[in-house]
C-alpha cells in the first residue's frame, strides 16, 4: 500500500476529528429528492459505479511507525448503500437529525454513506461524505449536478483520475 502525508489544510482538519471523534463539522450532507419513476435499482447501481471510479472516495487514514499521519486508497473499500421505507414525517425527522453521524475517520466504514429512502409521497437520495475526502464544490459536481445522472444512464464519468493527482504532488513534495 502506497502510504501518501496528508496536504496542510488536511492536518487540521484530521487532528480536529482525533481530538473530537463526536463531532460532525466536517460532514457534508445532502438529501436528493428524486423523481417518481426513478428506478432505485439503477440509482444504487450509479451510486456503486461513483464510488468505484473516484477513488478519494476510497482515502483511509492511518498513523505510521513515526507517528505521522498518512493517508491511502483502500482499493478493496466497498460501500454499502442502505434502503429504507419510512412515512414522509418520520423521513424528515430522520433526515435532519437522524441520518448524519460522526465518522470514524480511522475506522473500516468508507468515510462516505449513502441511502435511498421511499416514503409514500416520494423518494429520496441521502448522502454524507466527510471533509476529509471531499470539498463542497467537488461534491456538487460529484452527485447531483454530473456524475449522478452519467452514472444512472450508463455514460463515463468525467474527469476520471485527476482527483488524486494530489496525493502524487505532495508525495514528491515530500520526498
Known amino acids: 500500500m502506497k502510504l501518501y502525508p496528508l496536504l496542510q489544510s488536511q492536518l487540521g482538519v484530521f487532528y480536529d476529528c482525533m481530538k473530537y471523534p463526536q463531532v460532525m463539522q466536517y460532514?457534508?450532507?445532502?438529501?436528493?429528492?428524486?423523481?417518481?419513476?426513478?428506478?432505485?435499482?439503477?440509482?444504487?447501481?450509479?451510486?456503486?459505479?461513483?464510488?468505484?471510479a473516484r477513488k478519494e472516495l476510497k482515502t483511509r487514514f492511518l498513523i505510521d511507525d513515526n507517528g505521522e499521519p498518512r493517508q491511502y486508497i483502500d482499493e478493496d473499500k466497498t460501500l454499502t448503500i442502505v434502503r429504507r421505507e419510512m412515512p414522509e414525517a418520520d423521513f424528515q425527522e430522520y433526515a435532519h437529525h437522524g441520518f448524519c453521524r460522526p465518522f470514524d475517520i480511522m475506522g473500516e466504514e468508507p468515510l462516505i454513506r449513502a441511502e435511498l429512502v421511499t416514503t409514500p409521497a416520494k423518494k429520496y437520495l441521502l448522502v454524507d461524505i466527510h471533509h476529509m475526502v471531499t470539498d463542497g464544490t467537488s461534491y456538487l459536481v460529484l452527485f447531483p449536478q454530473s456524475d449522478l445522472p452519467l452514472a444512472y444512464e450508463g455514460k463515463p464519468l468525467t474527469f476520471l483520475g485527476t482527483s488524486l493527482k494530489y496525493l502524487e504532488v505532495t508525495h514528491n513534495l515530500s520526498a
Open 27 to 52: 460532514n457534508i450532507p445532502c438529501i436528493v429528492p428524486l423523481t417518481d419513476n426513478i428506478d432505485l435499482d439503477r440509482v444504487e447501481a450509479a451510486l456503486q459505479t461513483i464510488f468505484a
